[in-house]
């Protein structure tokens, strides 16, 4: 069986051969756990879907015939719980190989799941399971997890309790009633437009929004696999992603199972350069997604010993690139670093698509499945190199875009209307239509008149030898509204010292306009990230703020 994927889309190509255009085309009953991994299964049961291993060496390899046969069990497992279609479930399982049949078995049955991070505490657990009324949670007995969710036994909507891996008092056991399942499972009728999936993002302030997904989110990312990530049908591919996060789903499921392409898990607890450089040598890895904070870390790491050569493609998302990653990147490896930019209430909005030539910095074109515009705050359209937030039309609503924020109409009103989803991210487009990142409207930095880009800041600052990472942020100020800060990590070698943050100011100053250096600086042992390794530039924001 070859090329899934063109089943579902129309490709238009313009005079040079680059994607033009895609056209989705599906039945309304369209689903993924039906129509992707079980027409797999069908027609090559053998071919690989995944392989699994972990720090201490353990190795599962599960083909497509595996996943059907294993979440057809799960579902019935599920079901015969009493958990049906529509239900919300939270599913917290790390990197845990039982995450890719639950999620397919879950969509399966039509039910909604709730992916969170294992990083969650008491309060973050309670408040996910009371504003979703989560009816069951599936739990790795890893990281205090299932201690969170017991906290939250008080709400009633929370019946059903799960733990894999382990056995835990008041739990059932994942692995032992999926054994016991039956294997034979008859279609569940779902359509396209019903929830299928839904993230609590992780916004700058207040409380976290609940996205909420239809079925057509899966089949949005074959876009992601197929034109930014390259996928190789007969490839094996790695994106760093936890399973809380929607960066997995992006890199670990959707879009290269419909590419009919492997993937590979890492079960880690702690980023180590190496040990991932390690795998990518071991398994011969042909294409590589992570954010641009862990491609500096494998370049400062030292890629020496590393036989990379297996890699095809690589892609970057998650913030925004340095130029001086994707120089040393392209130096040590010939591999260009492909940009991409989307959020959890989309899939990958803009990118580099295949053949497509990157600049560096650039987060390349809009995706041919969105219609993509830079607008002002009046909602016109922005010219060539001016600033303004990136919107997305929803009529008609493409495959990928969220449906709403679930039991937030004034939240969805204002992120939803006359046509188009405004994102929130600020960006300028170039004359020959690459959009260029300028920063959250939380993260653009106001000072005495002008706007101030942090990652134009944070570019120049990580080309001193001094320094290894940083973060630019904006805090108060009586007189310039906002002042520029540096958060700055040092190189092994060199010592916080006011005569080293004059150096770096003065440096900032010469390569940039002068306005915008940092007036404050902090040196840290490191900086503030989530578990996929992103900066978590509102923790500093927040903790400066006290």
Not at 11 to 16: G, W
Not at 67 to 80: C, E, G, H, Q, V
Not at 379 to 405: A, D, F, H, N
Not at 436 to 462: A, H, Q, T
Request: proline share 5%; with cysteine; charged share 25%.
């Amino acid at each position: 069986m070859r090329n899934l994927n063109l089943r579902y889309v129309d490709e238009t190509y313009d005079d040079k051969g680059l994607l033009e255009k895609v056209t989705y085309h599906y039945p309304d009953n369209y689903n993924f756990g039906y129509d992707v991994v079980d027409e797999i299964a069908k027609e090559e049961p053998d071919r690989l879907a995944m392989i699994w291993t972990n720090p201490a060496g353990e190795e599962r390899r599960y083909t497509f015939g595996d996943m059907k046969r294993m979440s057809d069990k799960t579902a019935n497992y599920l079901m015969s719980l009493g958990i049906t279609k529509g239900d919300m479930v939270m599913v917290i399982l790390k990197r845990h190989y039982q995450f890719w049949y639950v999620i397919t078995a879950l969509h399966k049955i039509g039910a909604v799941i709730v992916p969170a991070t294992f990083m969650l505490t008491k309060g973050d657990v309670e408040y996910r399971v009371r504003s979703a009324s989560i009816k069951a949670a599936i739990c790795t007995d890893m990281n205090g997890v299932c201690d969170a969710v017991d906290s939250a036994e008080d709400i009633p909507s929370l019946q059903i309790k799960i733990i894999a891996n382990s056995s835990r008092d008041g739990w059932l056991q994942l692995d032992e009633g999926i054994e016991k399942a039956s294997d034979k499972l008859e279609r569940i009728q779902t359509n396209v437009e019903e929830p299928m999936l839904m993230y609590f993002s992780s916004g700058t302030s207040g409380y976290p929004k609940m996205v909420l997904h239809n079925h057509l989110y899966s089949l949005g990312h074959l876009s992601t696999a197929k034109y930014w990530q390259n996928v190789d049908p007969e490839g094996i591919h790695l994106t760093i992603a936890d399973t809380g996060w929607g960066k997995a789903v992006w890199g670990k499921l959707y879009g290269q199972w419909h590419m009919e392409a492997a993937v590979f898990v890492y079960d880690y607890d702690k980023f180590e350069p190496h040990e991932i450089m390690d795998i990518v040598e071991k398994y011969r890895i042909t294409s590589l997604c992570c954010p641009p904070t862990m491609f500096r870390m494998f370049i400062n790491a030292g890629l020496e010993g590393h036989d990379l050569s297996s890699l095809k493609y690589c892609c970057i998302a998650g913030e925004a690139l340095n130029p001086d990653v994707f120089h040393s990147w392209y130096k040590a490896t010939g591999l260009k670093l492909m940009e991409g930019f989307g959020q959890t209430e989309t899939t990958c909005t803009v990118f580099n698509k295949v053949g497509m030539e990157p600049k560096p910095s650039s987060m390349g074109k809009p995706s041919p499945q969105y219609n993509v515009r830079i607008v002002d705050q009046d909602g016109q359209e922005c010219p060539p190199g001016q600033t303004g937030e990136i919107v997305i039309s929803y009529e008609p609503r493409p495959p990928g875009l969220m449906m709403c924020y679930y039991r937030d109409e004034e939240k969805t009103a204002k992120a939803m209307h006359d046509g188009w989803y405004h994102t929130g991210d600020v960006a300028w487009m170039d004359e020959d239509g690459y959009y260029w990142y300028v920063g959250r409207n939380d993260d653009v930095i106001k000072s005495s008149g002008y706007k101030i880009s942090p990652f134009e800041i944070e570019s120049v600052l990580v080309t001193h030898p001094a320094v290894l990472e940083c973060a630019v942020t904006g805090i108060q100020d009586p007189v310039r509204g906002q002042l520029v800060k540096a958060t700055v990590v040092l190189r092994e070698g060199y010592k916080p010292s006011e005569e080293l943050k004059k150096e770096l100011q003065n440096f900032v100053k010469h390569e940039t306009a002068p306005y915008k250096y940092p007036r404050a600086m902090d040196f840290v042992k490191e900086l503030p990230k989530t578990v996929n390794g992103k900066i978590q530039r509102a923790q500093i924001r927040k903790r400066d703020s006290q």
